[in-house]
T-cell receptor
Framework: SQQGEEDPQALSIQEGENATMNCSYKTSINNLQWYRQNSGRGLVHLILIRSNEREKHSGRLRVTLDTSKKSSSLLITASRAADTASYFC??????????FGQGTELSVKP | SQTIHQWPATLVQPVGSPLSLECTVE??????LYWYRQAAGRGLQLLFY??????ISSEVPQNLSASRPQDRQFILSSKKLLLSDSGFYLCAWSVVWGETQYFGPGTRLLVL
């Protein structure tokens, strides 16, 4: 089954720097989503980007989608310590179920 | 506004004991409901989903079962827990199939 694979698995940056996480998947999709999970908590939806969209913004978040390369990136600008969390991409399979990747663990040091 | 509740937050159970985890959603009707399990440091594994009352689809063979006795209530059960059932269980709901899901706070289960 298709799966979003995040890269890198872990990322450590200083406050104020930008953080970029990538997601690759295997088969065609209708949409791709990014979620955030603080340690020990549930996931929080960040952005949904549809297959016919190339870029989407939400506050300090910027998501791009390249369907020809089957990849997406999540950029967090001017990161803050509160951005420390795990970030997951999720793609819909042929039946519409979401398949989550293993996540990128982001650490933002003050 | 919509809210999703899960309880208990933490559970420690002996091997072979039964399990019942409950999830309820408020503020919406006829949601799609999902149960996921997350092993430590890993992604989410979809266990069950439901598109309506009494409709349950299972994604992986295991000793867990799910039920949806009411429109906004989703229950995860087991008759006899295994050590491998330990993990973080997340309930989620969505309005549109295949799109945004809203997650509960999760239940951490430790089977000893």
């Amino acid at each position: 089954s298709q799966q979003g694979e995040e890269d890198p698995q872990a990322l450590s940056i200083q406050e104020g720097e930008n953080a970029t996480m990538n997601c690759s998947y295997k088969t065609s999709i209708n949409n791709l989503q990014w979620y955030r999970q603080n340690s020990g908590r549930g996931l929080v939806h960040l952005i949904l980007i549809r297959s016919n969209e190339r870029e989407k913004h939400s506050g300090r978040l910027r998501v791009t989608l390249d369907t020809s390369k089957k990849s997406s990136s999540l950029l967090i600008t001017a990161s803050r310590a509160a951005d420390t969390a795990s970030y997951f991409c999720a793609t819909d399979d042929e039946r519409g179920k979401l398949i989550f990747g293993q996540g990128t663990e982001l650490s933002v040091k003050p | 506004s919509q809210t999703i509740h899960q309880w208990p937050a933490t559970l420690v159970q002996p091997v072979g004991s039964p399990l019942s985890l409950e999830c309820t959603v408020e503020g919406t009707s006829n949601p799609n409901l999902y149960w996921y399990r997350q092993a430590a440091g890993r992604g989410l594994q979809l266990l069950f989903y439901s598109v309506g009352i009494g409709q349950i689809s299972s994604e992986v063979p295991q000793n867990l079962s799910a039920s949806r006795p009411q429109d906004r209530q989703f229950i995860l059960s087991s008759k006899k827990l295994l050590l491998s059932d330990s993990g973080f269980y997340l309930c989620a709901w969505s309005v549109v199939w295949g799109e945004t899901q809203y997650f509960g706070p999760g239940t951490r289960l430790l089977v000893l």
